[in-house]
């Protein structure tokens, strides 16, 4: 594996068929870390954890190993997790900091579309940051919509022991706004009211929704936050009048449009980075949009005329 250039995020997707292939392409990118004194994080299932532990051997104690089923469960929370493990490390004086991340890519299409989203929304989160990313995918039980879309989401590519340019690489902005769910919520939704500056009513009308359809206490909270969040930056970039519609059509979960008369066209990256912070402090600017991702399972920032209707959806079940 060539070196990459240490003080811009490198973002590589790594194509396998065996575990052989997994540990004697990977062993060799851990050891080079170590040697220059760069954290290793490695982030994968069991089974290959335990490769990579065989093949380092005693190094391995000098690995920080995650479970991937654990580290990815959600992807905003995931980012941040990365965003916590990359700035503490740097802060302790790293140059540069290596990842191994394996998305499990688990669950239903819109599921696994989400992650396809992260894939893209890494690139301009860590843009500026000395990282390495390793994706690993596993040929042998991903389909292949999931493959072609890792040469779109990874400047790199390795397979077959080589790493090369993906030429199919495309803008992350492009690649999130294209897998946006395309399913279009019903016609007639359960609750609709139109929203002045005071939002504490319509806090009490999404409360109000939540436990007429039986939503559990924290959840139905949860998404009163965000719905709340996504209001006010309705307000900050939009133009009134602002509209929330309220569904609860499906079993398994609760959602919501919101959207106004026309404004600022939002950019489709919007709240995937952390809110960056000062003494400790986060800041507000950049905060609704990343808190109303952090809540829901679902923040889809769809183009409408000429502006942009927010879509959140919250698994309740």
């Avoid at 991937?68 to 980012?79: L, M, N």
């Amino acid at each position: 594996m060539n070196e990459a250039g240490v003080n811009v995020l490198q973002h590589d997707a790594f194509l396998y068929r065996s575990d052989r292939e997994f540990g004697e392409t990977l062993e060799p990118f851990v050891r080079a870390g170590l040697e220059e004194r760069e954290p290793v994080l490695a982030v994968t299932r069991q089974s290959n954890i335990a490769q990579l532990r065989e093949c380092l051997g005693a190094d391995a104690e000098r690995v920080t190993f995650a479970d991937s089923a654990e580290f990815y469960r959600h992807p905003t929370r995931t980012i941040e997790g990365y965003h916590r493990a990359l700035e503490g490390r740097l802060h302790a004086g790293a140059a540069r900091v290596r990842v191994i991340g394996e998305v499990p890519f688990e669950g239903s299409e819109s599921e696994r579309r989400e992650w396809v989203r992260y894939e893209a929304a890494l690139n301009h989160v860590f843009a500026d940051r000395p990282v390495w990313i390793v994706c690993p995918y596993d040929l042998r039980v991903l389909p292949a919509d999931l493959v072609r879309d890792a040469a779109r989401t990874h400047p790199w590519v390795q397979h077959d022991g080589r790493r090369s340019p993906s030429d199919r690489y495309e803008d992350p902005a492009r690649v999130v706004q294209e897998v946006v769910d395309g399913s279009s919520l019903p016609e007639h939704a359960t609750t609709e009211l139109e929203v002045d500056g005071e939002l504490s009513s319509a806090r009490a009308v999404v409360r109000e929704f939540g436990l007429r359809h039986g939503v559990d206490s924290d959840v139905s909270e949860q998404f009163t936050m965000a719905v709340n969040e996504a209001l006010t930056n309705a307000f900050q970039h939009g133009r009134p009048p602002v509209w929330l519609r309220l569904y609860a059509d499906e079993p398994t979960t609760v959602s919501c449009e919101i959207h106004d008369a026309g404004g600022q066209l939002l950019d489709p990256l919007a709240g995937y980075a952390p809110p960056s912070s000062v003494d400790g402090h986060l800041a507000e600017a950049g905060m609704g949009l990343w808190l109303a991702r952090s809540l829901c399972d679902r923040v889809e920032l769809v183009p409408y005329r000429d502006a942009t209707v927010l879509r959140l959806v919250k698994r309740v079940r």
